[in-house]
């Protein structure tokens, strides 16, 4: 086993690496994945949002009505389990070891245990609570990066996905009043966040769709030209992610991308400018000039063009080129289902943990632990007999994280609120039973 | 009787409301005659019905004000007050009964009663508006003045942003974000820590809310009384009408092919250069270019391709044959032919889903990578008039097509697109893709007819 596991060594600094296992390999290294490092516990204890203990105000069913759902390849086959449901952490995690699925996902909280879903009428089986969720994939900003394409990332571009995070983060809590947010590496391109406050599960499909719209400012398919447009001065939400993460991420970009440097990156950009006298004064002037960003806002901000369309010019390029693109009908649904966190990208190898939003700058992708690393540490800790092997892996860093940054202060507010239904219920039947 | 409100006013605004605009909480307990159950019925009908229209039309607010105050006045007004408000009355729960049976028509049902709220209430002056707002027992919050001054300038960034200008006597109510979520989602307001700021001017949307909320468990309990026990008493007596009722308007859907044959595969690439509207043109082109198209895409196209009459076998083959190439026909297979089935309603809950239509279609918002939604509204103006172009339009009507757009007319653009293509008129007006092809088909099948020589 350790000679195999040797020269599948990933190099952590290379992404695609074709030395990412498959087949019966990756097989393999998940039924140690799952049968040392999964966090099961801790996956249930969030899960359960409270309802695991033994406070009469537990509903013990809650854990139960989950939808889970397993993908699993075989040989030549690749199999897709939904409704799968457990009544508790152990449940869980005997048929995730025995099943050793290549992906798990997160759904709805049903009405009744999605198992027996067919012994209900239609009506009598719904999704009643789900987090709030948002995913985005760096592939969706193609046509503004020339360092990477499609699955593949770099640390020139990932900042975007930091922007992301940044932007959505603040808004979430200092707009919407959420505070329990998981921000999750989904493996290979991109970032999922679950936002987990009870509020939030309880939101119904028409004001999931509201909030999404709210963050929906970069619009339009392959075929419109300009997809952010501002006729008016901007709302607070967007005033504040403008000055405080976009303007100079804008800048970075700009030297990161050099994007003025090559003429038909910046040629997109005066795409965007409504009025085609500007743009032509600019090309022209700008015939082996490189100061061109500066030139181009101060021509814009100078007002001198009266033209219709330019005063939020300068923030609309910014935008364009840097504002969240979130995939909208993620967000929308009820029962959409969502990778959970720790898994492993069948892709990469690399897990799924989670990101701490306060120190987004400092993630970086590229040494994301693999699944073949994790297995190569087990190793070395058992060989030099190292109790507790698991936790003096790197994964461990990540479920501290997990725990200190998002599920203790989850649980206490959850047990609070069990604790305060509760007294209320048994106030109300007092209640009634005063004359 | 228990109508919530029967406040006496001589109701000559002329605006042609009534005086009273009842929150139908409960089911009066009036008497009435059969015939007054009926005919009470349509000429309500006749009003949502023209509100429908109105809004697929894609009219302005102060135009949908006029309309409903017009078709008010039209079919539901009386002299009395009175009789005015008794009839409002017992058409809404005629209406319920009849609505209530099935999830499309409920879903209808609410969107219309709820736009004629909304303008009827727009149409109320400020005390009588105020007097709702109570029924509603809206505990709302009026800001409070420390709390303003906290938070104004945001409040006056805000109402810059949407071109309003407040001022120091604005009233503003603090609401949870979710009670006001057209505003939200299109950054109309204010919002701080999950509360939203909502001045006086923007107070319709939160009422139009609540008042959706509370008549949407209504119809879910209707729905569940008729079925449990209403449907069999009345089984001679009402449960006919109510049938007959639900068969009125509504307009065709267009999930059932009717007039046209079905199609077949031969002739899609045909059809697909004289009959499809552009929006459908376009995704067609690029599956056939990309050999992929994204869900919404394919759902876009896949059930307009339903409802002109593609069978679920020639569907599979259609997009099996398309993405194989790109995908291989095994993930064909294991990933896209179950979502195609199901759109025919054979898989999952089996609903037989319906094609959308054109004010569906135009409030959808294309992301990154995709090629659905109104291309007249999302194409820019160059790739427009190439698209246009390619269809053989020019000259003239490309420029009264692109004046329309401008002036955000996406549906006539299409009609003005049909008629340029066709060489005929469309009186009709296009609110539907299924539509566009019907006329077309049926337009080229006259033709055929007369070119024949007759016997």
Redesign the interface.
């Known amino acids: 086993m350790t000679k195999e596991k040797e020269e599948h060594r990933e190099d952590p600094m290379q992404i695609d690496s074709n030395r990412v296992p498959t087949g019966s390999l990756l097989t393999d290294y998940l039924r140690i994945y799952y049968g040392k490092f999964f966090p099961y516990t801790d996956m249930f204890k969030w899960l359960a949002y409270g309802n695991d203990g033994k406070h009469p105000g537990c509903d013990s069913s809650y854990f139960g009505r989950r939808e889970f759902s397993f993908t699993i390849k075989s040989d030549r086959d690749?199999i897709y389990l939904r409704f799968q449901s457990f009544f508790n952490a152990s449940e869980m995690e005997t048929s995730i070891k025995a099943k050793c699925p290549t992906k798990i996902d997160i759904g709805a909280v049903y009405t009744v245990d999605p198992a027996k879903r067919h012994a209900y009428a239609?009506s009598g089986f719904n999704p009643i609570e789900r987090e709030l969720v948002f995913d985005i994939d760096i592939s969706?900003?193609?046509?503004v990066r020339y360092c990477c394409s499609g699955a593949d990332t770099c640390l020139n571009c990932w900042p975007l996905m930091t922007i992301a995070i940044k932007v959505i983060d603040t808004a979430l809590r200092?707009?919407?009043?959420?505070s329990h947010i998981l921000w999750v590496y989904s493996g290979r391109r991109g970032v999922h966040c679950w936002v987990c406050d009870s509020?939030a599960r309880r939101?119904?499909k028409?004001?999931r769709?509201?909030?999404?719209?709210?963050f929906?400012v970069?619009?339009?398919?392959?075929?419109?030209?300009?997809k952010v447009t501002f006729s008016?001065?901007?709302?607070?939400?967007?005033?504040r992610a403008y000055t405080d993460v976009l303007k100079n991420e804008f800048e970075k970009w700009v030297s990161t991308q050099k994007l003025f440097e090559h003429e038909e990156r910046f040629h997109k950009i005066l795409q965007l400018i409504p009025d085609e006298s500007v743009v032509s004064e600019l090309a022209e002037k700008w015939q082996g000039n490189s100061v061109r960003w500066e030139h181009l806002k101060h021509m814009l901000q100078s007002g001198s063009k009266k033209t219709q369309g330019l005063r939020r010019c300068i923030e609309e390029i910014v935008f364009s080129y840097t504002y969240p693109?979130l995939?909208?009908?993620v967000t929308k649904g009820m029962n959409h289902l969502l990778k959970a966190p720790f898994c492993v990208h069948p892709g990469t190898g690399r897990i799924c943990i989670p990101i701490d939003p306060k120190k987004c700058e400092e993630f970086d992708p590229t040494s994301v632990p693999t699944v073949a690393q994790l297995i190569e540490e087990l190793n070395a800790n058992a060989s030099i007999g190292a109790d507790n092997y698991v936790e003096k892996t790197s994964l461990a860093a990540s479920v501290h994280l997990f725990r200190t940054c998002f599920l203790e202060p989850l649980i206490k507010t959850c047990k609070d609120e069990l604790e305060n239904a509760y007294n209320t219920k048994i106030q109300q039947t007092k209640d009634s039973l005063n004359w | 009787m228990e109508i919530v409100r029967s406040q006496r006013r001589n109701g000559s605004d002329g605006s042609g409301s009534a005086a009273s605009l009842p929150l139908y909480k409960s089911a009066p307990s009036l008497e009435f005659r059969l015939e007054e159950f009926g005919q009470y019925a349509i000429d309500r009908l006749r009003v949502l019905q023209a509100i429908s229209d109105g809004l697929s039309r894609g009219k302005k607010p102060e135009e949908m004000e006029n309309l409903v105050s017009e078709q008010w006045r039209a079919n539901m007004k009386h002299q009395d007050a009175d009789k005015t408000l008794r009839k409002d009355i017992i058409s809404h729960f005629v209406l319920r009964l009849v609505y209530c049976r099935e999830e499309e028509m409920r879903r209808w049902f609410l969107s219309m009663e709820t736009a004629l709220f909304r303008y009827r209430f727009r149409l109320q002056n400020a005390e009588a508006q105020k007097s709702i707002m109570n029924e509603l027992q809206l505990q709302y919050n009026v800001l409070g003045n420390a709390e303003y001054e906290t938070i104004k300038d945001?409040l006056t960034?805000?109402a810059?942003?949407?071109?309003f200008t407040s001022n120091p006597e604005t009233v503003f109510y603090k609401v949870p974000?979710?009670d006001v979520?057209?505003l939200?989602?299109?950054?109309r307001v204010?919002?701080?820590?999950?509360?939203a700021f909502v001045p006086r001017n923007q107070v319709v949307s939160l009422v139009c809310t609540i008042f959706r909320s509370n008549i949407s468990k209504a119809l879910a309990l209707t729905n569940r009384k008729w079925r449990a026990m209403i449907q069999d008493q009345e089984k001679d007596r009402i449960a006919p009408m109510v049938e007959a009722l639900g068969n009125v308007y509504l307009g065709p859907d267009y999930s059932k092919p009717k007039d046209c044959a079905e199609i077949s595969l031969k002739d899609i690439n045909q059809l697909a250069s004289t009959s499809f509207p552009l929006c459908m043109r376009?995704l067609f082109g690029k599956l056939r270019e990309d050999h992929h198209l994204k869900?919404?895409g394919r759902m876009q196209l896949g059930l307009f391709l339903k409802g002109v009459g593609l069978k679920l076998e020639d569907a599979l083959a259609f997009w099996r044959a398309e993405f194989s190439q790109k995908v291989g026909a095994e993930r064909f297979d294991?990933e896209y032919a179950y979502s195609i089935r199901h759109n025919y309603g054979k898989e999952g809950?089996r609903t037989d889903y319906t094609p959308y239509s054109c004010q569906k279609i135009i409030m959808s918002?294309?992301?990154?990578?995709?090629?659905?939604?109104c291309?007249y509204r999302?194409?820019?103006e160059?790739?427009l008039r190439a698209a246009l172009n390619k269809m053989g339009v020019g000259g003239r009507a490309m420029d009264d097509i692109m004046d329309k757009v401008r002036n955000r007319h996406y549906q006539l653009a299409c009609t003005l697109t049909f008629e340029a293509t066709h060489g005929t008129s469309c009186e009709t007006g296009i609110n539907h893709p299924n539509q566009y092809f019907v006329e077309s088909r049926k337009f080229f099948e006259s033709k055929n007819k007369q070119s024949q020589p007759t016997a």
């Open positions: 690749e239609q969706d900003y193609d046509d200092e707009d919407f009043g959420f509020r939101l119904s028409e004001q769709s509201a909030i999404a719209d709210y929906h970069y619009k339009g398919g392959e075929n419109s030209l300009k008016g001065p901007l709302h607070p939400f967007l005033a693109r995939d909208i009908q | 945001k960034e805000a810059r942003s949407v071109n974000f979710e979520p057209e939200v989602a299109s950054r204010f919002i701080l820590k999950g509360f376009h869900h919404q294991k809950k918002t294309p992301s990154t990578g995709d090629h659905h939604g291309p999302h194409f820019s160059e790739n």
